[in-house]
């Protein structure tokens, strides 16, 4: 080459500069997104053997065709309300939670149908054997007259609480052309009214009623520990 080419300008291509602000906030998104999967799948993980017990126990069993309560539809939360102990002592239904419940109504007089539930309740707890753990008696309360003393040895490891009846009818209802009082009633550890027992249920009964026990029980196995 000769001099006068070596005095010519030289040729430059310039490229624009990388985006670097650009990628790092696509990168942040990307990670949000992926983040955001990961803590789904982990709730659904979490949340599997609730939801799979409960599918199995309502629509894939075949007894679940042949229970002898009736399934409430749909299920009704224990309510925010206060309520009283039997030492005078405020409480809140919602303290229950935790524990499958096994509950009666009535009057604080307890007349025989009360009486018979009460010993129903026991039954039925103790025939759960190794299970019975997991199942608390609760008797209802829902007027002001005071508990017979003579009534306190069969409640011994129940809870008695005392609640405002009106209150009270907002959350548990009756079958048609029956009273509160003429059933028993089965709240999941959620806090979930969830079954009826027919009412005049008898000691033949009880059998039927311990079975719907056992079934939901072993549905719930896999996410339910005795305690709460």
Known sequence: MGPAHLDEPLGLTVHSLPNLQGAAAGDVVQRTVAGRWKMFAVLLVCAAPVIASYLTYYFVRPEAR????????????????????????????????????????????????????????????????KEKDRMDRVWLVDDSVA???????ALRGSTVLRVDAQALAQWLVPSDNRALAEHLYLVDP?????????AAMDAADSARAKRDLERVLRA?????????
Request: aromatic share 6%; charged share 20%.
């Open 220 to 228: 719930s196995a896999s996410w339910d520990a005795a305690g709460r």
């Open 190 to 198: 959620l806090g979930n009214w969830m079954m009826r027992f027919p």
């Open 66 to 129: 042949r229970i002898y309560g009736e399934l409430v539809d749909p299920q009704r939360p224990l309510p925010n309300l206060p309520a009283l102990d039997l030492a005078g002592e405020a409480r809140n239904l919602q303290s229950l939670k935790g524990q499958w419940l096994l509950v009666s109504v009535s009057g604080g007089s307890c007349a025989d149908i009360c009486q018979r539930h009460l010993y129903l309740q026991r039954q039925l707890r103790e025939g759960l054997g």
């Open 147 to 153: 508990v017979a003393a003579t009534l306190l040895p």
